[in-house]
């Protein structure tokens, strides 16, 4: 059974640095892609960026560009979303999903329950 | 950037009507459109993949169709448990979902 298990919820302060994780199992981590996205409270969804594990391949959303980075740790079958500089804007639930198909982008198949992520002053 | 236009944003239908609800992209995308449907309080499900392909598990009065850059989900009888939000997405140039529709029972 494939499984996306994130970390827990977070409460944060402007400025704080912050690494939300995304453990997976069930599945070859390296053969799909896992992407990340955003959800502000009540609003749509929103894509944050995307990896690769197999070879740290990673796009980003242009508008989150150089405010997040995506990782992943082959060892840990595990992926990773981080701010190093968080704002208040950024709070939101952020769920990791992993690709439909092997080796290729596209429909997000399997979801993560969520990371809630706070940040207030 | 690529647009996608969802719509209605909110529907209000009863149990056993057919529902459709639409998304209409900004330049071509081929089949490259998903739908998900989010419950309240819950990650995001992959309804249709591909246009028209159906998911995992997913009932079968569920369709997607496309014609050209307009694309379609009906849910042919509506059932209580298919009270959620909906939303397109395109992934043939990047990803970028619609705005949601809101679908609620009358």
């Known amino acids: 059974e494939v499984q996306l298990v994130q970390s827990g919820a977070e409460v944060k302060k402007p400025g704080d640095s912050l690494k939300i994780s995304c453990r997976t199992s069930?599945?070859?981590?390296?053969?799909?892609?896992i992407g990340w996205v955003r959800q502000e409270p009540g609003k749509g969804l929103e894509w944050v960026g995307i990896i690769y594990p197999g070879d740290s391949e990673t796009t980003y959303n242009p508008s989150f560009q150089g405010h997040v980075t995506v990782s992943a740790d082959k060892s840990i079958s595990t992926a990773y979303l981080q701010w190093s500089s968080l704002h208040i804007s950024d709070t939101a639930i952020y769920y990791c999903a992993k690709g439909l198909h092997d080796y290729v982008w596209g429909p997000l198949a399997d979801w993560g329950q969520g990371t809630l992520v706070t940040v207030s002053s | 950037d690529i647009q996608m236009t969802q719509s209605p944003s909110s529907l209000s239908a009863s149990v056993g009507d057919r529902v459709t609800i639409t998304c209409q992209a900004s330049?071509?995308?081929?089949?490259?459109l998903n739908w998900y449907q989010q419950r309240p309080g819950k990650a995001p499900k992959l309804l249709i993949h591909d246009a028209s392909n159906l998911g995992s598990g997913v009932p079968s009065r569920f369709s997607g169709s496309r014609s050209g850059t307009h694309f379609t989900l009906t849910i042919s009888s509506l059932q209580p448990e298919d009270i959620a939000t909906y939303f397109c997405q395109e992934y043939d140039h990047k990803y970028t979902f619609g705005q949601g529709t809101k679908l609620e029972i009358k």
């Open positions: 069930g599945y070859t981590f390296t053969n799909y892609w």
């Open positions: 330049q071509d995308i081929r089949n490259y």
